[in-house]
Every structure is written in C-alpha cells, then in structure tokens.
C-alpha cells in the first residue's frame, strides 16, 4: 500500500476530472478564491501601507497589529466568524483577508521606507506634490518590496484557503475534508500535492514578477555588466 | 533679489538652526553661505524654496513675501542642485533633467528636445542622455544635477555643498564650469559649501557663519581677506597661520611668496590689470 503512488494514480485518473467536484473545477475554483482573498488584501493594505510609508507615522501601531493578526490561529477565525454570518464562502474569504493583509502591508510600507530619504527630499526639493512624490518615486522604488509582500501572501492563503471547505466554502481543500471523513487517505493526499503544486507556481510566477518590476535604472547599477552595455542596446531597451 | 528679514529657525526639538538672520541676497550674483557644520547653512538655503519654513522673520524674493506663495509652484520656478546630485535613480538622465519642464507641463517630446541642449551646456555629451544615474560617475552626476536645477529657467539657483562628495580634480573642474555657466547665464546663485577655497573661489559676496546661523562677515573675498571682521573670521580664513598668511622672501633668483612654515606657496607677478606686484 503506496499512499504517494496511489495519490498520483488519484489525480491522473480521468473518472475524477469534470463535474462539480472535478479536481479542474475545485482547482479553479481555489484560485478564484484565492486571487479574490488577495485583491481584498491588496485593496486595504496597499493604500494603508502607502499612507504609513509616506508619513512614517502609524508604524509602531501597524507593526503590533500586523504581530497580533499574525498571531491570530485562521481555523479559530474562520469557526469564529462562520459562527456570525453562517456556512459558505463568506467566513472563509473574511478570514483569509484577514490573514493576507500583514504580509502586503509590511510589502508596502517597507518599500515606501526603502526608497533613500536624500531621493524623496529631492524630489519635493525641485517641485513634485506630494501625490507626485508617491506615484512618481515611491510606487516604482517600493515596487519590488510590495510584490514581495503579496508573494508571501499568496503563498500562505493558497495554502490557507483548504480550510474554507471546512464550512463548505469549496476549493481543493473538499479533497481533504472528504477524504478525512471517508478514511480515504490517498485522495487527502492527492488534493495536498494538487495545493503544494498550485503554491509553487504561484512561487515561480512571482519570483519573475519580482525581477521584472525592479526599475530599468536600480537593476542597471545592480548588474555587473553596466560598462560593457553599448548605448545601443540601452536605448534599445528604452 | 533675495532678502532675509530677521530671519530664525528653531526646530521642534529645541535646536536653533537660525537666529535672527538678516541678508541681502543680490540679483545675478553669486552669494556664498560658508560655515562648519550647525552654522545653520543649508536650513537658510532651504527657507528660499520653503523646504523649511521659518520660525519667525520673512524671506522676500523680488520684494515678494515667499510665504505668501504656494511652496510647489515657487520650488519649480528656483533651481536645486544637491550634494549626491539627487537625482531620480529610476529616470534616465534626460528625463532628470526633464523633470521640472515635464511637471510644468511642457510636452514630454519638447522637454526632452530642451533637455539635450541643457547636457551640452553643462558640458556632458549626448550619448549619456539614455543612461541611468547609477551607470555615470560622481562628476557626471553632479553635471546632470546642475542641468535640472536649470531645466525650467530659473532666475534662482540654489547649491547645497554640490561638489562636496567628488573628488578634488573633478571638484576643481565643475567650480571652473560653474564659473562659466555664470558668465554665460547670469543667475542670482545661492551656494552653500563648508569650504572657504570654494567659496574665495565661486563668491561675488561671501557670508560667513557662525554657530546658529550668526553672520561673522559678509563681504567681497577681497574685502574678508583684507580685513577680517574678528578673530573667528581670521581662524576660519586662515589668514593668521597656514597657507593665506603669505609673505615675501627675497631669494638670489628673485621674490617668492612664503607661508607661516616658510613652505614656497607661489610667486609675484604683475597683477591682470597690468599693476605691479
């Protein structure tokens, strides 16, 4: 008895694709929730991370919340929340934001922080409003600290969002609920290496996204190769 | 014109950057602010653009009260140039230079076009127009600086310690350039430096400060040299010992100038307008 070759011969087995509870479908359908979990957390984390960035102030406060929400178990919150506004996808998605937001703030306000001090005085120095100074400076400068926060935020709700399933909000983690309750051993661990490979994609994708929004001009006095660059191929990339 | 009217600064924490500082500041001419650190050099400096407001006293410019006026616009109508060039390290050089005409509102097409001109007028070939910050040494980013303090054709330029963190031979050559770029344009420059060379050097009035922004002398170099205010200017100049307190020897060959160590510091000859030594 080989659970991984069993759980292998589980996920290619045709008789389990299709359907409402097709492996294709709880896939997309953890990725719906998933991305949707984020772009919430984005939607409140980035501009409060921005204005605490921009302002240095709120730090302190937005450090001890960050630990606390950390801190948070998500099974408790989500039982916690599902408790209020019943079963579904709402106490799972409200948790899960929840547990999104530390992550993409700190992404945020670090890389507001990292941008030198003498470049933003600089830049209020000869002229931008301030609003300037954040689109203009702060957002690309800060960009690959930002990608980061939501790189390691993806991680941990594509991972999390197996518990929605627990209050019948679905995703791949239905594999892994109905598996523990049939004994069915070799399908729990067929939706966990399904939720392991989704998380390592999302790894990958990241990890080039990341390299690709590191401003032309930071990444060209980062490469070592900047005096042998023809002006050619500079204005090329231009 | 430029006029500081009983001017002072104290800073939230208690510091008094600036106390009572009274100055005149004429047009097309360059004014040096020159003093050790805590002479509340770069906080007057940064009061004509209103990146720091004064605690009390007003600053005029054209006879204008510059807090009557919204800080953003009155930054893009004065030049600044900064030590670390303070360039935007995610903008090409010409989109630095660029950068004021752009928020102006100039067509990013027709700044660009203007901004080329301004490399060659600040003596940096074209070809590095495409480049990042990061990819131009020290010099040439201070030239890039001083291109963008020029950009919108200010009548005010303002230089916190601009050559302060390159070397001295290309320190030398930039204060030569700068002395052109002045012939040719005609500003009304507000340099700030802890140098006193350079400030000989760059300064049609030179105004020395001491601690909390206390004017020790203003004067022409010539003046200040001739006739040191008190004993802080003398020591500051170094007009009592070290290499401005020169005198004559007379040697077999002919007269050379001495310091106070007697080391050989250069020779007299007739002065450019034909005087004798």
Redesign the interface.
């Known amino acids: 008895m080989n659970f991984f070759v069993e759980a292998i011969a589980w996920i290619l087995d045709p008789r389990h694709y299709g359907g409402e509870n097709g492996i294709d479908t709880r896939i997309v359908e953890h990725l719906v929730i998933s991305f949707g979990v984020v772009l919430v957390a984005a939607l409140i984390a980035v501009p409060l991370g921005y204005a605490i960035g921009h302002t240095g102030r709120g730090r302190a406060a937005a450090i001890a919340l960050s630990g606390g929400i950390r801190a948070l178990p998500t099974l408790g919150l989500l039982i916690l929340i599902a408790l209020g506004v019943g079963i579904g996808l709402t106490a799972p998605f409200i948790a899960l934001v929840v547990l999104a937001i530390p992550s993409i703030l700190a992404g945020a306000y670090s890389g507001f922080e990292a941008v030198?001090r003498?470049?933003i005085?600089?830049?209020?120095?000869?002229?931008?409003?301030e609003w300037?100074v954040v689109g203009?400076?702060e957002v690309?400068?800060g960009l690959p600290l930002l990608i980061g926060g939501l790189r390691a935020a993806s991680l941990q709700v594509i991972a999390t969002a197996t518990l929605a399933d627990y209050v019948g909000g679905g995703g791949l983690g239905h594999f892994l609920f109905l598996g523990l309750k049939t004994n069915d051993y070799p399908q729990v661990l067929a939706g966990s290496f399904v939720v392991i490979l989704l998380a390592i994609v999302s790894e990958i994708l990241f990890g080039v996204i990341q390299r690709l929004v590191i401003?032309?001009?930071?990444s060209?006095?980062m490469s070592t190769n900047?005096?042998v660059r023809s002006?050619r191929s500079?204005?090329a990339t231009? | 014109m430029i006029e500081f009217v009983n001017v002072s600064k104290r800073f939230p924490d208690g510091t008094v950057a600036v106390e009572d500082f009274s100055l005149v500041m004429p047009s097309r001419k360059t004014t040096v602010l020159v003093g050790s650190s805590g002479s509340g050099k770069t906080t007057l400096l940064r009061m004509i653009n209103r990146m720091v407001d004064p605690s009390s006293g007003r600053i005029e410019i054209d006879g204008e009260d510059t807090s009557s006026l919204e800080p953003v616009a009155l930054r893009r109508r004065i030049g600044y140039v900064m030590q670390n060039s303070g360039l935007l390290p995610h903008f090409k050089v010409i989109d630095n230079v660029a950068t004021v005409p752009v928020l102006n509102g100039v067509p990013r097409k027709q700044a660009r076009e203007q901004a080329l001109t301004l490399l060659d007028t600040v003596g940096l070939d074209r070809s590095l127009a495409d480049r990042y910050p990061s990819q131009l040494s020290g010099g040439q980013q201070q030239r890039v600086g001083v291109a963008r303090g020029l950009a919108a054709n200010p009548n005010i330029l303002l230089m916190d310690e601009p050559f302060g963190a390159v070397d001295p031979i290309v320190r030398a050559e930039l204060q030569v350039e700068l002395i052109r770029l002045q012939r040719e344009l005609d500003k009304t420059v507000v340099f700030v430096t802890h140098d006193i060379d350079e400030a000989f050097l760059l300064g049609d009035q030179v105004v020395i400060l001491e601690t909390g922004g206390r004017v020790a002398q203003v004067g022409s170099p010539t003046e200040i040299l001739s006739d040191p205010a008190n004993d802080f200017v003398a020591n500051f100049i170094g007009a009592e010992k070290g290499k401005r307190a020169l005198s004559i020897r007379k040697t077999p060959r002919g007269e050379i100038l001495v310091d106070t160590e007697g080391r050989a510091a250069g020779v007299l000859v007739p002065g450019p307008d034909g005087s004798p030594a």
């Open positions: 030198d003498r470049t005085d600089a830049a209020r120095s000869v002229g931008m409003t300037q203009r400076v690309p400068l401003p032309a001009g930071v060209a006095g900047v005096r002006p500079q204005a231009g």
